[in-house]
C-alpha cells in the first residue's frame, strides 16, 4: 500500500548564485597552484552526470609541498599567535561560511547529489555552528580538561569522504585549527568543490598563508600524505577497509591517529514507542542523504507485537517519500553519489534477494540520467544475512524483529561495527537501560541522527577509535 503523494510544482533552487570554474588547482600556501606534473580528473553532477569542473590531481611531491607548507606556517605563524588571535580567525570563517550559506548548499548538492533541503537546512547550519564552537575553545584550551597550556600536535594530514563533504571537513579543520595546529585536508575525489570554495573563504578571512591547505586527488593522494613522514597527526574519515590500512601503515610511527569509520546501527522499535513518531525516526534514520550515512539507522529491530503496525504504517510513508532533482526543495532522496556506490548498492540489495529476504519499494519513477535508488526494504532478514551485517550506505532498511529487550540488545550488538543505535520507546528507564547496554558511540532516544558540535561522537570496534566534537574532539588535536 502507498500512501497519496500531494502534486507539488517543481520548486528548484537556481544554480546561478554558483561561480563554478572550468577548473581548479591545489590550494598550498594560501595560493591555487597547478599540480607538478599537471595531472587533472573530472568531477560530475550524479544527478545529471554533467562535468561539473575539473580538479588537480596531486601526486606525491605536490602532498610534500602541502606538508612543507603547513610546517612553516605551524613554526612561524600559528603556534606563535595568541590563542585569542587563532579564534578570531575561526569566527571569521564561521561568520563567512553563514554569509556564504546559500552559495555553499547549492554547490554541495550539485557535486555530491543531496536533496538542497539537507545541504541548506542540516549540513551548512552544522559547518557554521562546527567553527563557532571550536572558535570559542581557541582560548580556553586551559580549562578543556587536558592539563595547564596543552600544546598542539603540529601539522595535521585529514582525509575526509564524500557523503558530508563540508561538514567533515568543519569537523576535521575547525578543531584542528583552535588547538593550534595546522593542517593539509584531503577531500573525497567525487565531491571536492565545497572544499575548494572553502580554500577561497580562507583567503576571505585574510588566514595566514600555509594554515589551512587542500589537496585534491584519489586514493594515492590520500596515501601520500597520511605516510608523510612529516604529518605529526592523521585524521581519516571513510571505509573501514581503509582505516585499517591506515592503522597498519601508521603503525610504529609517533603518528597520533584517529579513525572514523563505518557503521550498521541498530534502530530499536519498542511496542510502547508512538508508531507515527517512530516510523519518522526510521525513514530519517536511512533514508536521509540516501542513506550515505556512517550512523545510519541501516537496522531496523522492532519489537514483534506491534511489527505489522509499524511495517504498514512505514510502507505507507516510504510511498510518499519523494525521489528526484536534488536542487528542488520539495526533494526528499536525492542521487547517489556516483557510479560506484549505486554498483554497490545494487549488488548487497540483489544479494539480499539471493539469501532470501523479501524486497520492497514504493512505485516511483527514477530519472534516466543520473544515479538513483528507490527506497527500499528488506523483511525477513536474519541476522546472519549479509544485508544484516554489512553496510550498503545506501537507502536500504533491513527489518528484524525481537520479543525481548535482551534480545534486541543482543541482536544490535552483534555487529563488527559500534558507532550509534536509536531506541524507540516511552519508558525514561528502559531508555537508561539500553543505553549502558548497547555498544555504541552514540545511542539517540526517540530521535535519530541529531547532531551536535558541542556532543562527541565517535566508534567502538570496527566502527573505528577517537571521538570528534565537543571537548573530547580537541584532544585528537593535543599533546596529552
Ligand atoms: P573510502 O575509505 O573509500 O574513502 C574515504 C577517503 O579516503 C577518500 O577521500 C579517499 O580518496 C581516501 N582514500 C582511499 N584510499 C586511501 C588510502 N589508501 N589512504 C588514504 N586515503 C585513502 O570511503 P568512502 O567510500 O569515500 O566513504 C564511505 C565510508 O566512510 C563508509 O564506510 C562510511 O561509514 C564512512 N564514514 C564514516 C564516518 C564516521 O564518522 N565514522 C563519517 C562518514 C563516512
Not at 133 to 143: E, I, N, S, V
Amino acid at each position: 500500500m502507498t500512501g497519496k503523494k500531494f502534486e507539488y510544482a517543481p520548486a528548484p533552487e537556481s544554480r546561478a548564485i554558483v561561480d563554478l570554474k572550468p577548473s581548479y588547482g591545489l590550494f598550498i600556501n594560501g595560493e591555487f597552484v597547478d599540480p607538478a606534473d599537471g595531472r587533472a580528473f573530472k568531477t560530475i553532477s550524479p544527478a545529471t552526470e554533467e562535468v561539473l569542473a575539473e580538479v588537480s590531481e596531486a601526486g606525491k611531491p605536490d602532498v610534500d609541498r602541502a606538508v612543507q607548507a603547513a610546517r612553516k606556517a605551524y613554526d612561524r605563524v600559528w603556534s606563535k599567535m595568541p590563542a585569542r588571535e587563532r579564534g578570531k580567525y575561526l569566527y571569521r570563517i564561521a561568520r563567512i561560511l553563514q554569509e556564504r550559506a546559500r552559495e555553499l548548499a547549492v554547490l554541495e548538492s550539485l557535486d555530491n547529489g543531496k536533496p538542497i533541503r539537507e545541504s541548506r537546512d542540516v549540513d551548512i547550519p552544522l559547518v557554521a555552528a562546527w567553527f563557532f564552537y571550536y572558535a570559542g575553545w581557541a582560548d580556553k584550551l586551559d580549562h578543556a580538561g587536558f592539563g595547564p597550556s596543552p600544546r598542539p600536535l603540529g601539522v595535521a594530514g585529514q582525509v575526509i569522504p564524500w557523503n558530508f563533504p563540508l561538514l567533515m571537513l568543519s569537523w576535521k579543520i575547525a578543531p584542528a585549527l583552535a588547538a593550534g595546529n595546522t593542517v593539509v585536508l584531503k577531500p573525497a575525489e567525487t565531491t571536492p568543490l565545497t572544499a575548494l570554495l572553502f580554500a577561497e573563504i580562507c583567503q576571505q578571512a585574510g588566514l595566514p598563508p600555509g594554515v589551512v591547505n587542500i589537496v585534491t586527488g584519489a586514493g594515492e593522494t590520500g596515501r601520500a600524505l597520511v605516510e608523510h613522514p612529516d604529518v605529526d597527526k592523521v585524521a581519516f574519515t571513510g571505509s573501514t577497509e581503509v582505516g585499517k590500512m591506515i592503522a597498519r601503515s601508521t603503525a610504529g610511527s609517533d603518528k597520533k591517529v584517529t579513525l572514523e569509520l563505518g557503521g550498521k546501527a541498530a534502530n530499536i522499535v519498542f511496542d510502547d514507542a508512538p508508531v507515527d513518531q517512530a516510523v519518522e525516526g526510521i525513514v530519517n534514520g536511512i533514508f536521509f542523504n540516501q542513506g550515505h550515512v556512517c550512523c545510519a539507522g541501516s537496522r531496523l529491530l522492532v519489537q514483534e507485537s506491534v511489527y505489522d503496525e509499524v511495517l504498514a504504517s512505514l510502507k505507507r510513508r516510504l510511498g510518499t517519500l519523494r525521489v528526484g532533482d536534488p536542487l528542488d526543495k520539495n526533494t526528499d532522496i536525492g542521487a547517489i553519489n556516483s557510479a560506484e556506490q549505486l554498483a554497490r548498492i545494487r549488488e548487497l540489495s540483489a544479494v539480499g534477494e539471493a539469501e532470501g529476504a523479501e524486497r520492497w519499494a514504493p512505485p516511483c519513477d527514477l530519472p534516466d540520467k543520473g544515479f538513483w535508488f528507490a527506497p527500499t526494504l528488506f523483511t525477513g532478514v536474519s541476522q546472519a544475512h549479509r544485508i544484516a551485517r554489512e553496510e550498503i550506505f545506501g537507502p536500504v532498511l533491513s527489518v528484524l524483529t525481537f520479543r525481548t529487550p535482551q534480545e534486541a540488545v543482543e541482536k544490535a550488538n552483534n555487529t563488527p561495527y559500534g558507532l550509534s543505535a536509536g531506541v524507540w520507546t516511552d519508558k525514561g528507564s528502559r531508555i537508561l537501560w539500553m543505553a549502558g547496554q548497547l555498544r555504541a558511540g552514540v545511542v539517540w532516544a526517540n530521535t535519530f541522527n541529531r547532531f551536535d558540535p558541542a556532543s562527541p561522537f565517535g566508534g567502538y570496534k570496527e566502527s573505528g577509535y577517537g571521538r570528534e566534537g565537543g571537548r573530547h574532539g580537541l584532544e585528537a588535536y593535543l599533546d596529552v
